[in-house]
């Protein structure tokens, strides 16, 4: 769900590469998903590959600064 609400109307930073990563982790979500329902452990372990990968390519570009602590 978490890539679907990136791709809400107010959250796009831009509509395309941002749009790109978030379907990306929503398409490699599905696939933690469906392995981890055939309790396929080689097919888990790909998945969570792919989905930590989808991850790393949207925090490489938008980085989120630390809040600063008072």
Same mark, same amino acid.
């Given at each position: 769900?978490?890539?679907?609400?990136?791709?809400?109307?107010?959250?796009?930073?831009?509509?395309?590469?941002?749009?790109?990563?978030?379907?990306?982790?929503?398409? /490699?979500? @599905? =696939?933690?998903? $469906? %392995? /981890?329902? @055939? =309790?396929?452990? $080689? %097919?888990?372990?790909?998945?969570?590959?792919?989905?930590?990968?989808?991850?790393?390519?949207?925090?490489?570009?938008?980085v989120i600064a630390p809040a600063e602590s008072g």
């Amino acid at each position: 769900e978490s890539g679907n609400l990136l791709m809400l109307d107010s959250r796009p930073v831009d509509k395309e590469q941002w749009m790109t990563v978030a379907r990306g982790m929503s398409d /490699a979500a @599905a =696939k933690v998903l $469906e %392995a /981890a329902e @055939a =309790k396929d452990v $080689e %097919a888990y372990f790909d998945a969570g590959g792919t989905l930590y990968e989808s991850c790393v390519a949207c925090h490489s570009k938008y980085v989120i600064a630390p809040a600063e602590s008072g």
